[in-house]
């Protein structure tokens, strides 16, 4: 059964800051891959996906995500923290061949962003 | 990109009482919509996928009795929480997959059952 796991339930990084949130997948083959971003009492918005296209992957609002086969991971960075970033992060797998069937998603990873 | 919208955005019912959840694909078709329940600060889980004009499909665990989907247009998928108790407190989130097979998730409901 395909699972994910973020590492660190909370991230807090300083204005201007690296962001690395971390996310790694058990899978026998390469899903596709998913990074969401919730705000409270909000739904989860897309930030980026990887969908076996290039490994690099750009999103919104300044994130990306590099697909590594040989760690099995998919963390999501972003060069410079804004305050507007505080968010829930979750990362998610999807079954290959399912397209966008079932979502299995991780924990999650709180961001908090400080002056 | 694609709007998913849910009805309503919170609600308070007394225990015993049903409460039905509409969630609508705005601006497309969806003949998939995935219902999630999310607890405080946890992740979301899948409690079944809906498909219109057919039976949903219940994750492992989840009571078919208790939370009934109904998927009767290609735009409206509705969850129904029957006789609801307080342990039924939630977030439900629900999606809809458009014809790309990319989901778009609605901005959730929340239930408190007293």
């Known amino acids: 059964a395909q699972s994910v796991t973020q590492l660190g339930s909370h991230v807090s990084v300083s204005e201007g800051a690296l962001v690395l949130l971390r996310c790694n997948y058990s899978?026998?083959?390469?899903?596709?891959l998913f990074w969401y971003v919730q705000y409270p009492n909000q739904g989860l918005q897309l930030l980026l996906k990887?969908?076996?296209?290039?490994?690099l992957v750009k999103g919104i609002n300044g994130f990306e995500a590099e697909f590594k086969k040989s760690e099995t991971s998919f963390h999501l960075t972003k060069p410079s923290a804004h305050m507007s970033d505080a968010a829930e992060y979750f990362c998610?797998?999807?079954?290959?061949?399912?397209?966008?069937?079932?979502?299995?998603f991780g924990a999650g990873t709180r961001l908090a962003v400080h002056p | 990109g694609a709007v998913v919208s849910q009805h309503p955005s919170w609600v308070i019912c007394k225990s015993g009482t049903s409460v039905k959840i509409e969630c609508r694909s705005l601006d497309f078709q969806a003949t998939t919509m995935f219902w999630y329940r999310q607890f405080p600060k946890q992740s979301l889980m899948l409690m079944a996928t809906?498909?219109?004009?057919?039976?949903?499909?219940?994750e492992q665990g989840v009571e078919k009795d208790k939370f009934l989907i109904n998927h009767a247009s290609l735009t409206l998928s509705t969850l129904t929480v029957t006789s609801a108790h307080p342990e039924d407190s939630s977030f439900y989130i629900c999606?809809?997959?458009?014809?790309?097979?990319?989901?778009?998730f609605g901005p959730g409901t929340r239930l408190t059952v007293l």
């Open positions: 999606s809809a997959r458009d014809w790309l097979d990319e989901q778009f």
């Open positions: 809906s498909n219109e004009g057919s039976k949903a499909t219940y």
């Open positions: 990887y969908t076996s296209a290039a490994t």
């Open positions: 899978s026998s083959v390469p899903p596709y």
């Open positions: 998610a797998v999807s079954p290959l061949g399912g397209g966008y069937n079932k979502l299995i």
